[in-house]
């Protein structure tokens, strides 16, 4: 079937009328009522009647014009993923992330990429800890950031940066004036932390073991936002990926904020994509300028 006659078949369906069709496309009108007539032929019932000046679908046009819709919108999408080939600077990048991330290394690493590709466009889809990285293995997503190191041997990992863990604890708490403490020291304070699901929140109850401890739990969230809140207020103390005040991508917190010396007090943050899927030309592009420029973004509190 001629892709042409789909077209104009859609078009009028939704209400245009053949001479509507034929000045869109600069073509006959009776070019275009031929076309339609034909591909009556070929489907083997009519599609259309007349309404007055209009032609409107019949019963069979109906349920043959969701078929055509579907397949025209598939041809579409095919059409710009080869036009996307031709031309990378036009396409789209799906990237999914960390929430404690979206406030400073992703809208930093595409500023800095739209400057140089002003034209690609991105969907951006925030990352659920519980999942894991199965939006990548399973295609939907071209390029995830995330500190959560990746079982999948379906993905490639590839570590950007080093983030400091912090202990962020209440203005007038004993220890505010401290520059760094040992988690051990506030092993009988009341802690706020992020639900069980999250990362950083397994990471921290082992944090807590090591130093001898199991940390009670006053309160638990799933914003990292709500946890420096309810610390800022004086209900508890709070494990939070931080870094130097001094880079672009710096996140205001209105209390202390001590620098852990427990070791393993830091978290890996990273670049995770498919090893079965190739990405298109804009995707490759994107990634690329993540794995060459993410290192340069300085870490900030999350």
Do not use: Y
């Given at each position: ?12 369906a939704?209400g ?5 069709v ?6 006959s009108?009776?070019g ?9 032929e070929?489907v083997?019932?009519p ?5 007055g000046?209009?032609l409107?679908?019949?019963q ?10 579907a ?8 059409l710009a993923a080869?036009?996307e ?6 396409g789209t990048v ?6 404690s ?14 400057e140089?590709?002003?034209?690609v ?5 925030e ?8 939006r990548?293995?399973?295609g ?6 995330t500190a959560?190191r ?12 080093t983030?400091?863990?912090m202990?962020?604890v209440?203005?007038?708490?004993r220890?505010?004036e401290?520059d760094?403490?040992?988690?051990e020291?506030?092993g ?9 699901t999250?990362?950083?929140r397994g ?5 807590c ?9 006053a309160?638990?969230?799933?914003d990292?936002?709500v ?5 800022s207020s004086?209900l ?13 991508g710096?996140v ?8 852990l ?34 290192g ?7």
């Open positions: 079937m001629d892709t042409d006659v789909l077209r104009w078949f859609q078009q009028i939704d245009a009328t053949v001479t509507e034929a000045e869109l496309d600069r073509v009108q009776p275009v009522s031929r076309a339609l007539a034909r591909l009556e070929q083997g019932t599609l259309l009647k007349r309404s000046r209009l409107r679908p019949t069979a046009g109906q349920a043959f014009k969701r078929h055509v819709d397949a025209l919108h598939r041809l579409d999408d095919g080869v036009n080939l031709v031309d990378p600077e036009t799906l990237v999914s992330f960390q929430l991330l979206g406030a400073w290394l992703v809208p930093a690493l595409v500023r800095r990429f739209r140089q590709h002003p034209h466009q991105f969907q951006l889809l990352s659920d800890d519980a999942l894991g990285s199965s990548i293995a399973e939907r997503i071209d390029v995830e950031l959560r990746p079982r999948n041997p379906l993905v490639h990992w590839r570590a950007l940066l983030q400091p863990l202990l962020a209440p203005p007038g708490h220890l505010a401290r760094e403490v040992a988690l020291e506030v009988e304070d009341d802690f706020v932390m992020l639900r069980p999250w990362e950083l990471q921290c109850d082992a944090l073991a090591s130093a001898g401890f199991e940390p009670r739990v309160f638990e969230c799933d990292l936002s946890v420096r809140g309810f610390v004086g508890g103390v709070a494990v939070l990926p931080g870094g130097e005040p001094d880079g672009a710096w205001a917190w209105e209390g202390p904020l001590l620098r010396t427990d070791a393993g007090a830091h978290r890996e943050v990273g670049v995770v994509w498919s090893e079965e899927r190739r990405l298109l030309p804009s995707a490759e592009l994107f990634l690329q300028h993540v794995l060459d420029d993410g340069m973004v300085p870490p900030t509190p999350g």
